[in-house]
């Protein structure tokens, strides 16, 4: 019955952007740029794990440890070019979206770092990326961590008061809500420096990770809507434009 079958399953696909390039089961383009983040952040955990590993073999004692990675502005934006780049020795062949044509012009074009390599666009891309920083750096996985007001985050899941902000607009914080804040403001302005999208961005990621913490979609909004129209300015200035140079990079404190 056709009526029991989801947009997802069509073949062919019936989206009239897609249906030249895009055989059934490969990934949306949404897919496709999130794919690239996944492996930005795959990288730089490999790279901390043989960075922790080396450190231990020669009995130092220094060096850091597995954890202690991050986003690396630079490199992520070098890897969404490498993916998309459809010129010289790229070969993308596909759908890509404002912001992806954008970001190309002002990164590889015209070699702009980020920030300033992101596109002017606030379309919904902006929002389809934010699984993997959740997953990242959204704190699920360390248990019963406390936010800045001495509660659990099991605590807090039952509440929709907001967090306090960070003491400064650019300093770096335990809070697992304001490290998850930080890593959407510097992945998204990569390829979209506008701050309607990173405010979109950043709504999306926070309620995903409270609902996957055991929130009720409705509370999770609701808190969410509460804490960016109380602290929206110092989250969309989370990151300052100094800390998202090219060779800058975001770690777990």
Not at 134 to 146: L, T, Y
Not at 203 to 208: I, R, S
């Amino acid at each position: 019955n056709d009526d029991d079958v989801g947009l997802e399953f069509l073949d062919p696909g019936a989206s009239p952007f897609l249906a030249a390039d895009y055989a059934t089961g490969r990934p949306s383009p949404y897919g496709e740029e999130t794919l690239v983040l996944i492996r930005a952040l795959a990288a730089e955990a490999a790279d901390a794990t043989e960075a922790a590993e080396a450190a231990g073999s020669g009995g130092g004692g220094g060096g850091g440890s597995a954890d202690e990675w991050g986003l690396h502005c630079g490199r992520y934006a070098e890897r969404y070019a490498r993916a998309f780049e459809q010129g010289g020795g790229g070969g993308f062949k596909g759908y890509m979206n404002a912001s992806t044509r954008g970001f190309l012009r002002n990164h590889v074009a015209a070699g702009l770092p980020p920030p300033w390599s992101g596109a002017d666009d606030k379309q919904a891309d902006c929002v389809a990326r934010v699984a993997p920083l959740v997953a990242a750096f959204g704190g699920g996985g360390r248990g019963a961590e406390e936010d800045e007001e001495g509660q659990t985050v099991e605590a807090a899941a039952g509440s929709s008061a907001p967090a306090p902000p960070p003491a400064s607009s650019s300093a770096p914080s335990s809070s697992s809500l304001l490290l998850l804040e930080r890593a959407t403001v510097m992945a998204t302005r990569v390829t979209k420096n506008d701050d309607e999208a990173v405010a979109w961005a950043c709504a999306a990621a926070l309620v995903l990770r409270a609902v996957v913490l055991g929130m009720r979609v409705e509370d999770a909004a609701r808190g969410v809507v509460e804490r960016l129209e109380r602290w929206g300015e110092q989250v969309l200035q989370a990151v300052s434009y100094t800390h998202l140079a090219g060779d800058s990079q975001m770690t777990l404190p």
